[in-house]
Each structure stands twice: as structure tokens, then as C-alpha cells.
């Protein structure tokens, strides 16, 4: 599919990776709403084709509605990037207080169910797409983390939740075939985003030294380039692609 055609839908779109790709699809001549709890992002380039939509993922409702809406003003549905995400770091036997089930359902909730919403949004509404000549309706992909894979000792719960982003890919991918819906997941390492922004330059240096190569953060313009690569790469689906250095997390 082509990027000037495109009409997407980037969740947690204010900041960070979500930012970041909203950004370049704008850059590239798509249309894109942005749907998040937080306020619109000032960052946004002046193009035309973007609009804002305050929206919480884990509202079945409001995300159908902001589907709707988004779909009308673009005129239709052929990219869900999904990007809304929480991260909290807490050991579950904790030195003050357990991780309680309260937090770990709030993490799964936005994470893991806020994904699957948005998915099961996209997907209706891409199903309705006139197909291209390959038959292609329409592209999801998840944000996933390789928390995922070597969860640390704190991330019980958001590793968690992403391990089920991770474990939905497939299913969904399989299941959506046969409508010409592509579902993919990326799944980044250490990303210089405002998760990272408050934290001490030595703390940043040390973190970015376990990353073999490059030895940096990634940039979110890296992400961002990904998704695109993705949406014009139609042999791309049923995958989760680490974009990571080469990274390996320690359990601690």
C-alpha cells in the first residue's frame, strides 16, 4: 500500500513513539487522527489531513465512537498503529506494599485490552475497504516491548500485558486473512521518550551501554521509519519485529 494513500489511526499519539509516527505518516502525505487521554501534541507538522480525538483505549465505547469519527473525516480506516501504553515498575512483593490486583488489572487493561479494542475497532472497519490488487484492505500493528520477552524484576505486570500483545499477533493476523487485513507487532528496546526524559544523564548513558549496537536510545523517528516500511511491505504479517540493537535485557 501506498503512504500518500494512507489513512490512519495512531493511538497514544501525543507523545513519544505515537508522536513519532504520526509525524512521519503526515510527512509522508497521509491523513492521520491521533487518539489519546492526553492533550493534542503542539509537535505536529502544519499539513493538512490531521485531526485530534481525546479518546481512552480501554472505553469500548469511545474507541468505537473515536472510530467512527476518524473514519468519517478521513474517509475510512486503512492504518491502525497502536501505540497508548502505561509502564509502571513495581517488585509484586514490594519493601512498602504488594503490587496489588487493582494495579496489575490497570496495566493489563490499557496495555492488553486497550490493543485488543483498538483492533477489534480496525478490523470492522477495514473490512469494509475497497480492496487494492493484492486483495489488501488494511494494516494493525501493536506496540509490544521486548519486556515481552526478558521481563525484569519490577516489570511483572507489564511484561505481562505485553506478552499478550506479542501473543495476539498471530491469531489476529490469521483470523483477518482472509479479509485482506495484515496484523503486525513491533516490539522496541530502549527508546529516548519521555519515559526515559526524566531520568539523570548518567542514568540515560548507563541504560543506553547495554545496548550492543548502536550503543544509544533509540530514536522514535526509528520506530516511526518501521511502521512505514511495514505499510508498504505487503509480505510483512503475522510477525513481532525487535527493534532493539541487539539488546538483551539483564533481570535487573
Not at 500500500?1 to 490512519?8: E, F, G, H, Q, S
Amino acid at each position: 500500500m501506498n503512504l500518500r494513500d494512507a489513512k490512519a489511526i495512531v493511538t497514544g499519539g501525543a507523545s513519544g513513539l505515537g508522536l513519532a509516527a504520526a509525524t512521519r505518516l503526515l510527512e509522508a502525505g497521509a491523513r492521520v487522527a491521533i487518539l489519546d487521554v492526553q492533550p493534542a501534541p503542539a509537535e505536529l507538522p502544519p499539513e493538512d489531513g490531521s485531526l485530534f480525538l481525546e479518546t481512552d483505549v480501554t472505553s469500548e465505547i469511545a474507541v468505537d465512537r473515536a472510530f467512527e469519527i476518524a473514519s468519517e473525516r478521513l474517509g475510512g480506516i486503512t492504518l491502525a498503529v497502536n501505540c497508548a501504553g502505561i509502564v509502571q515498575a513495581q517488585r509484586v512483593l514490594g519493601a512498602e506494599r504488594l503490587l496489588s490486583q487493582a494495579d496489575f488489572a490497570r496495566i493489563v487493561a490499557v496495555n492488553l485490552i486497550g490493543a485488543f479494542t483498538v483492533c477489534r475497532a480496525a478490523a470492522n472497519r477495514m473490512q469494509h475497504n475497497e480492496p487494492n490488487a493484492e486483495g489488501e484492505r488494511g494494516l494493525i500493528i501493536n506496540t509490544a516491548s521486548i519486556a515481552a520477552y526478558e521481563g525484569q524484576i519490577g516489570q511483572a505486570a507489564y511484561a505481562a500485558s505485553k506478552g499478550g500483545v506479542v501473543s495476539l499477533t498471530l491469531p489476529l493476523a490469521r483470523e483477518f486473512a482472509a479479509l485482506g487485513i495484515r496484523v503486525m507487532a513491533i516490539a522496541p528496546g530502549l527508546f529516548d521518550t519521555p519515559m526515559f526524559a526524566g531520568l539523570p544523564e548518567k542514568a540515560r548513558a548507563g541504560l543506553a551501554l547495554h545496548v550492543p549496537f548502536p550503543k544509544r536510545l533509540g530514536n522514535p523517528r526509528e520506530f516511526a521509519a518501521l511502521v512505514c516500511h511495514i505499510y508498504e511491505n505487503p509480505m510483512l504479517n503475522g510477525e513481532v519485529i525487535r527493534l532493539d540493537g541487539a539488546l538483551r535485557m539483564p533481570q535487573k
